[in-house]
């Protein structure tokens, strides 16, 4: 009976509105993978310590996997922020600092506080690390600081390729699905980063990623998008380049962050 309610619950949440994933299983594994080439070996040992053997790539989707559990549905609303269009640099940071309600902004912030505080338990490092990796790999997807009304994107539906999907899937999931690569063979093709890139990209603080994704989100939406639009080709010809750089920043950031964590 137990396992026939939880197949239930299960089928249940795949035919929920999808509102809080972001760049889907591939997406989140390629920033893991980029992640990875970035740490130092302290930084490394550090992590093995709390996820033995799982890899950085590996654990990056534990925070959508998750929600087929219940009682982590409090962490729903970690994956995004809702932010009204046409904000200022300023705005957008008075905003962060004066949003109370759990946001990725606020809640990567405290995950962060945790594996510093040398008071934190395992259970608590574990679930801290795997929400960090996570919620920096969503920072990145610009859809993740998107409007409320249309719960990022997700109420715009349209076809990708001719098939039912919706702006914030495509952008989830549909470009990065397009290229037809695994996630490491997605690494290898654009993970090619100069010294200087790096020193620049890990020099952004969370305001700064929350802002440049901002401003990719509001470039999306006033190219016009609406309900019923078909997009295919051109649609990614304008704008794999900006995935790809989402997605390395994203990996090399979060590398950064880890770092500056065990230093």
């Known amino acids: 009976?137990?396992?026939?309610?939880?197949?239930v619950v299960i089928i249940a949440l795949a035919y929920m509105p999808f509102t809080?994933?972001?760049?889907?299983?591939?997406?989140?594994r390629i920033v893991g993978d980029i992640?990875?080439?970035y740490i130092n070996a302290k930084t490394r040992l550090a992590i093995k310590q709390i996820l033995g053997t799982e890899s950085i790539a590996m654990t990056a989707n534990w925070a959508d996997f998750i929600k087929s559990d219940t009682s982590y549905n409090y962490l729903s609303n970690w994956h995004y922020v809702n932010l009204p269009e046409n904000l200022s640099k300023s705005d957008v940071f008075s905003f962060l600092s004066n949003q109370p309600s759990?946001?990725?902004y606020n809640k990567t912030n405290e995950m962060i506080a945790v594996l510093k505080n040398p008071k934190s338990t395992m259970i608590q490092k574990k679930l801290a690390l795997r929400m960090i990796i996570h919620l920096v790999g969503d920072l990145h997807q610009p859809m993740?600081?998107?409007r409320k009304d249309d719960l990022g994107g997700n109420k715009i539906q349209l076809l990708w390729f001719g098939e039912k999907s919706n702006l914030h899937r495509v952008w989830d999931e549909g470009l990065i699905d397009f290229q037809q690569l695994s996630y490491t063979e997605y690494t290898k093709a654009i993970n090619h980063t100069t010294p200087q890139q790096v020193l620049n990209w890990q020099k952004a603080d969370l305001k700064d990623c929350?802002?440049?994704?901002?401003?990719?989100?509001?470039?999306?939406y006033t190219t016009g998008i609406k309900n019923d639009d078909k997009l295919s080709y051109k649609y990614n010809f304008?704008?794999?380049?900006?995935?790809?750089?989402?997605?390395?920043?994203?990996?090399?950031?979060?590398?950064?962050?880890?770092?500056?964590?065990?230093?």
């Open 102 to 104: 759990a946001n990725i």
């Open 210 to 220: 929350v802002y440049e994704s901002y401003t990719i989100c509001n470039k999306i």
């Open 35 to 37: 992640a990875e080439s």
């Open 238 to 263: 304008d704008w794999i380049g900006t995935v790809n750089e989402q997605l390395l920043k994203g990996g090399v950031r979060l590398a950064g962050i880890l770092n500056s964590i065990y230093k």
């Open 20 to 28: 809080a994933a972001a760049w889907g299983v591939l997406g989140h």
């Open 1 to 7: 009976m137990k396992n026939l309610k939880r197949i």
């Open 144 to 146: 993740h600081t998107a």
